[in-house]
């Protein structure tokens, strides 16, 4: 969560209308429980406002800051609504972007706290829903302000995915499924040749072309191994 936590420090930066009228109070109680990082007291003063204020223009803002102090408090169910019900009652709102920035964070938030006995499949699910909410916000708003976030996001995306790739490797290299092995780990090399996985990939792919006796193969993969990770450990491993 420790990313999550970085990109939240800013604060919530709604930029929705402000008038002067007879929902100040209301909105004010908003405003002061999401100031206290206070979920549960903000969704209170949100539902008094809704209720006694049903066309206030502020609502919408409260609605998105009251997601926000959810959200930082760990309180993903309840940030999720509130930021659904902003999207789908407000577009084009002036915090729209900021809404589907929260909305890609709260996808994320859930991805990273998955226990680590997690299934694969629903740890890849998970982060292909993240991948998707970040390609909505940056297909509406390609100069977004949180590019620098999402692109931490997306790298952290990218190596939790090639971790998951990786881990049915060992266990199809042990089974002996060795084409499953060289099809998973040229997969892993094509998409995510960037992240930490892909040396053990590449190692992982000499042992499945030897055990096939395939030995061209094998040293042409040892030769790039060699070649783009000269120190890596995982070259030990490999006789």
């Known amino acids: 969560m420790a990313l999550l ?88 709102h002036p915090s729209e972007e900021y809404g589907r920035y929260l909305h890609a964070l709260v996808a994320y938030a859930r991805w990273k706290e998955l226990p680590p006995d997690t299934p694969s499949v629903r740890v890849a699910a998970q982060a ?26 997306l790298t952290d995306l990218r190596e939790g995915l090639a971790r998951v790739e990786l881990e049915t490797i060992a266990t199809d290299l042990q089974a002996g499924r060795h084409q499953a092995v060289i099809s998973r780990a040229n997969y892993v090399l094509n998409h ?18 030897r055990a096939r006796g395939e030995e061209a193969a094998a040293r042409t993969h040892l030769y790039r191994l060699e070649s783009d990770w000269p120190e890596h450990p995982v070259l030990q491993t490999l006789d």
């Not at 936590?5 to 209308?17: D, E, I, K, R």
């Not at 940056?138 to 949180?146: D, L, R």
């Not at 040749?193 to 499945?208: C, D, G, K, Q, R």
């Open 128 to 153: 292909r829903q993240t991948f998707g909410r970040i390609r909505v916000l940056v297909g509406q708003y390609p100069e977004t302000a949180y590019a620098s976030d999402l692109r931490m996001m």
């Open 5 to 92: 936590a970085g990109v939240l420090l800013a604060g919530c930066a709604t930029q929705g209308v402000r008038p002067a009228d007879d929902d100040t109070a209301a909105y004010r109680a908003v405003a002061e429980a999401v100031g206290a990082s206070d979920c549960a007291a903000a969704r209170q003063a949100l539902q008094a406002m809704q209720a006694q204020h049903p066309n206030s223009p502020r609502l919408p803002d409260a609605r998105i800051e009251t997601a926000y102090a959810c959200l930082s408090g760990g309180e993903l169910a309840e940030a999720e609504e509130l930021i659904i019900t902003f999207l789908e009652q407000s577009p084009g």
């Open 192 to 209: 995510y040749a960037a992240t930490e996985s892909a040396p053990f990939a590449l190692a992982a792919l000499i042992n499945a072309h």
